[in-house]
Protein backbone atom coordinates (compact mmCIF):
# COMPACT_ATOMS: atom_id res chain seq x y z
CA UNK A 1 0.00 0.00 0.00
CA UNK A 2 1.40 3.10 -0.81
CA UNK A 3 1.08 6.89 0.86
CA UNK A 4 -1.37 7.91 -1.65
CA UNK A 5 -3.73 4.63 -0.83
CA UNK A 6 -3.24 5.42 2.86
CA UNK A 7 -4.41 8.47 2.90
CA UNK A 8 -7.37 7.70 0.99
CA UNK A 9 -8.76 5.00 3.16
CA UNK A 10 -7.85 7.28 6.31
CA UNK A 11 -9.84 10.20 4.88
CA UNK A 12 -12.87 7.57 3.87
CA UNK A 13 -13.14 5.79 7.72
CA UNK A 14 -13.14 9.44 9.10
CA UNK A 15 -15.63 9.72 6.73
CA UNK A 16 -17.85 6.83 7.45
CA UNK A 17 -17.00 7.92 11.68
CA UNK A 18 -18.43 10.96 11.04
CA UNK A 19 -21.38 10.14 9.45
CA UNK A 20 -21.87 6.96 11.75
CA UNK A 21 -21.38 10.23 14.88
CA UNK A 22 -24.19 11.87 12.45
CA UNK A 23 -26.60 9.23 13.02
CA UNK A 24 -25.69 8.33 16.58
CA UNK A 25 -26.78 12.10 17.57
CA UNK A 26 -30.10 12.17 15.45
CA UNK A 27 -30.99 8.52 17.27
CA UNK A 28 -30.45 10.40 20.47
CA UNK A 29 -32.87 12.84 20.01
CA UNK A 30 -35.28 10.51 18.50
CA UNK A 31 -34.93 8.45 21.80
CA UNK A 32 -35.62 10.89 24.02
CA UNK A 33 -38.36 12.32 22.32
CA UNK A 34 -39.98 8.74 22.63
CA UNK A 35 -39.22 8.62 26.72
CA UNK A 36 -40.85 11.56 26.87
CA UNK A 37 -44.51 10.56 25.06
CA UNK A 38 -44.04 6.92 26.87
CA UNK A 39 -43.89 8.95 29.91
CA UNK A 40 -46.45 11.08 29.29
CA UNK A 41 -48.37 8.18 28.42
CA UNK A 42 -47.57 6.59 31.60
CA UNK A 43 -48.76 9.81 33.69
CA UNK A 44 -52.09 9.88 32.32
CA UNK A 45 -52.39 6.14 33.48
CA UNK A 46 -51.66 7.27 36.59
CA UNK A 47 -53.70 9.76 37.13
CA UNK A 48 -56.94 7.74 35.27
CA UNK A 49 -56.46 4.91 38.41
CA UNK A 50 -55.99 7.08 40.76
CA UNK A 51 -59.30 9.06 39.83
CA UNK A 52 -61.06 6.11 39.12
CA UNK A 53 -59.67 4.42 42.57
CA UNK A 54 -61.26 7.63 44.48
CA UNK A 55 -64.05 7.22 42.71
CA UNK A 56 -64.82 4.03 43.53
CA UNK A 57 -63.93 4.57 47.39
CA UNK A 58 -66.08 7.65 47.39
CA UNK A 59 -69.34 5.03 45.56
CA UNK A 60 -68.86 2.57 48.26
CA UNK A 61 -68.86 5.20 51.27
CA UNK A 62 -71.60 5.85 50.07
CA UNK A 63 -73.20 3.04 49.69
CA UNK A 64 -72.37 2.38 53.60
CA UNK A 65 -73.29 5.34 54.91
CA UNK A 66 -77.05 4.21 52.89
CA UNK A 67 -76.72 1.31 54.45
CA UNK A 68 -76.33 2.60 58.11
CA UNK A 69 -79.42 5.03 57.34
CA UNK A 70 -81.60 1.75 56.32
CA UNK A 71 -80.47 -0.43 58.73
CA UNK A 72 -81.63 2.41 62.33
CA UNK A 73 -84.53 3.20 59.93
CA UNK A 74 -85.51 -0.35 60.00
CA UNK A 75 -84.28 -0.28 63.87
CA UNK A 76 -87.05 2.27 64.56
CA UNK A 77 -89.66 0.46 62.53
CA UNK A 78 -89.61 -2.59 64.58
CA UNK A 79 -89.16 -0.04 67.63
CA UNK A 80 -92.28 1.70 67.14
CA UNK A 81 -94.15 -1.85 66.26
CA UNK A 82 -93.36 -2.93 69.65
CA UNK A 83 -94.64 0.26 71.23
CA UNK A 84 -98.53 -0.43 69.53
CA UNK A 85 -98.05 -3.41 71.31
CA UNK A 86 -97.38 -1.73 74.74
CA UNK A 87 -99.65 0.63 74.14
CA UNK A 88 -102.47 -2.46 73.81
CA UNK A 89 -101.01 -3.70 77.30
CA UNK A 90 -102.29 -0.82 79.07
CA UNK A 91 -105.58 0.01 77.27
CA UNK A 92 -106.71 0.80 74.09
CA UNK A 93 -104.56 4.00 72.57
CA UNK A 94 -107.24 7.14 71.67
CA UNK A 95 -106.01 8.57 68.49
CA UNK A 96 -105.75 12.27 68.97
CA UNK A 97 -104.21 15.36 66.89
CA UNK A 98 -102.32 17.16 69.24
CA UNK A 99 -98.28 18.09 69.82
CA UNK A 100 -98.23 16.00 73.45
CA UNK A 101 -98.06 12.91 71.56
CA UNK A 102 -94.46 13.78 71.05
CA UNK A 103 -94.27 11.15 74.12
CA UNK A 104 -94.74 7.61 74.26
CA UNK A 105 -97.89 5.72 74.50
CA UNK A 106 -100.68 7.35 72.04
CA UNK A 107 -100.99 7.50 68.47
CA UNK A 108 -101.57 10.66 66.44
CA UNK A 109 -104.76 10.63 64.42
CA UNK A 110 -103.35 10.39 60.51
CA UNK A 111 -105.17 14.00 59.56
CA UNK A 112 -102.48 15.39 61.61
CA UNK A 113 -99.47 13.85 60.99
CA UNK A 114 -96.97 15.58 58.47
CA UNK A 115 -93.73 13.01 59.03
CA UNK A 116 -92.30 14.65 55.68
CA UNK A 117 -92.27 17.92 56.77
CA UNK A 118 -88.72 18.81 58.69
CA UNK A 119 -89.95 20.67 61.86
CA UNK A 120 -93.09 18.88 62.41
CA UNK A 121 -91.24 15.57 62.29
CA UNK A 122 -89.09 16.64 64.59
CA UNK A 123 -91.23 18.50 67.54
CA UNK A 124 -93.76 14.75 66.98
CA UNK A 125 -91.08 12.28 66.43
CA UNK A 126 -90.79 9.61 69.40
CA UNK A 127 -86.92 8.47 69.69
CA UNK A 128 -85.77 5.13 69.15
CA UNK A 129 -84.27 3.66 72.55
CA UNK A 130 -83.83 5.27 75.92
CA UNK A 131 -82.37 8.82 76.47
CA UNK A 132 -79.19 8.34 75.42
CA UNK A 133 -77.83 7.74 72.00
CA UNK A 134 -78.48 4.12 71.46
CA UNK A 135 -77.02 3.65 67.60
CA UNK A 136 -73.34 5.00 67.89
CA UNK A 137 -72.49 4.63 63.91
CA UNK A 138 -75.63 7.07 63.18
CA UNK A 139 -74.93 10.91 63.49
CA UNK A 140 -78.42 11.09 65.57
CA UNK A 141 -81.36 8.11 66.86
CA UNK A 142 -83.72 7.43 64.59
CA UNK A 143 -87.25 8.37 65.70
CA UNK A 144 -90.84 6.98 64.71
CA UNK A 145 -94.19 7.80 64.40
CA UNK A 146 -97.42 5.84 65.01
CA UNK A 147 -100.58 6.95 63.46
CA UNK A 148 -104.04 5.50 63.70
CA UNK A 149 -105.52 4.76 60.57
CA UNK A 150 -109.02 2.70 61.00
CA UNK A 151 -110.60 0.55 63.21
CA UNK A 152 -112.93 -2.45 61.17
CA UNK A 153 -115.41 -3.57 63.26
CA UNK A 154 -116.06 -7.35 63.02
CA UNK A 155 -119.69 -7.69 61.66
CA UNK A 156 -120.34 -10.65 63.19
CA UNK A 157 -120.42 -9.52 66.94
CA UNK A 158 -122.22 -7.04 68.51
CA UNK A 159 -120.78 -4.57 71.06
CA UNK A 160 -121.62 -4.88 75.05
CA UNK A 161 -121.76 -2.81 77.78
CA UNK A 162 -118.00 -3.01 78.29
CA UNK A 163 -117.50 -1.16 74.81
CA UNK A 164 -117.21 -1.42 71.01
CA UNK A 165 -117.79 -4.65 69.18
CA UNK A 166 -114.39 -6.63 68.53
CA UNK A 167 -112.60 -5.43 65.37
CA UNK A 168 -109.25 -4.57 64.08
CA UNK A 169 -107.27 -1.49 64.45
CA UNK A 170 -105.13 -0.51 61.63
CA UNK A 171 -101.59 1.84 62.26
CA UNK A 172 -98.98 3.43 60.46
CA UNK A 173 -95.61 3.18 61.71
CA UNK A 174 -93.53 5.45 59.89
CA UNK A 175 -89.51 5.57 60.47
CA UNK A 176 -86.96 7.86 60.05
CA UNK A 177 -83.44 7.54 60.15
CA UNK A 178 -79.72 9.80 59.05
CA UNK A 179 -76.62 7.16 58.27
CA UNK A 180 -73.00 7.97 59.21
CA UNK A 181 -73.32 11.58 57.65
CA UNK A 182 -76.56 13.43 57.73
CA UNK A 183 -76.62 13.70 54.11
CA UNK A 184 -77.85 10.35 54.04
CA UNK A 185 -81.86 9.97 55.23
CA UNK A 186 -83.79 6.69 54.79
CA UNK A 187 -87.58 6.73 55.04
CA UNK A 188 -89.29 3.45 55.82
CA UNK A 189 -93.58 2.79 56.92
CA UNK A 190 -95.14 -0.47 57.69
CA UNK A 191 -98.92 -0.54 58.58
CA UNK A 192 -99.70 -2.90 61.77
CA UNK A 193 -102.53 -4.29 63.03
CA UNK A 194 -103.74 -5.27 66.10
CA UNK A 195 -107.33 -7.57 66.59
CA UNK A 196 -108.75 -7.07 69.92
CA UNK A 197 -111.71 -8.14 71.69
CA UNK A 198 -113.42 -4.69 72.67
Known sequence: ??????????????????????????????????????????TILGVTAISTSTLQEKM????????????????????????VNQMWLTGKPTPISIPSCANAGCAWDTD????????????SKQEYGGSGKDLPETTADPGYVVEHLAHVEDTGHRGDRY?????????????????????????????YKIQHKN
Open 60 to 83: SGNLRDQDVAFQAAESALRFGELA
Open 112 to 123: ATNPLDDIWWSA
Open 163 to 191: GAPPGTEYYRITARAQGTTPFSESILEST
Open 1 to 42: MNLLESISATTSCARNKCKGNRARSRQRGVTLVMSLIFLLLL
